[in-house]
């Protein structure tokens, strides 16, 4: 998704996805395709949500992340998380206004599994830490 000026300027981007890395791990565990095609409409991963300087602090972003969380729980996912470079508070803050959990640094989210899902994990790359949310 993506944030126009009226002169037709981007100045925001967003990218959400289903979890990739876990439905490698879930298919390498043999896992079964039905279990795998619901994980990846269950979850949503934000991958990717950026303002240009010019144009922070105009809820941009909030309304960007808002918009992705909404099209996601629209198709039945009901689990959001992402991760952020470790230690930016400004970022903590952000995610936390927006009902996300921020895990500490290094410690993994568990997707939480329903009648349909099992539990599966997702962990942090080295130095980053992860934020998550029922949607």
């Known amino acids: 998704m993506a944030e126009y000026t ?3 300027r981007i100045v925001g981007v967003s990218s959400s996805i289903p979890p990739l890395s876990v439905l490698g791990g879930m298919e390498r565990d043999g896992a079964d395709p ?3 095609g619901a994980t990846a409409m269950a979850y ?3 991958r990717a949500l950026s303002v240009a300087d010019d144009y922070r602090r105009q809820g941009i972003a909030s309304a960007l992340l808002a918009k992705a969380l909404a099209v996601h729980r629209d198709e039945r996912a009901f689990f959001a998380y992402g991760q952020f ?3 930016d ?3 903590a803050r ?3 206004r927006h ?3 921020v895990h500490a640094p290094g410690e993994p989210v568990i997707l939480p599994g329903s009648s349909r899902h099992r539990d599966v994990g997702a962990s942090p ?3 980053e830490q992860m934020f998550s949310r029922p949607i």
Request: glycine share 16%.
């Open 6 to 8: 009226s002169s037709g």
């Open 34 to 36: 039905v279990v795998l």
């Open 44 to 46: 949503v991963k934000i």
């Open 85 to 87: 470079t470790a230690g």
């Open 89 to 91: 508070a400004a970022l």
């Open 94 to 96: 952000f995610y936390r």
């Open 99 to 101: 009902g996300f959990t």
């Open 125 to 127: 790359l080295l130095g």
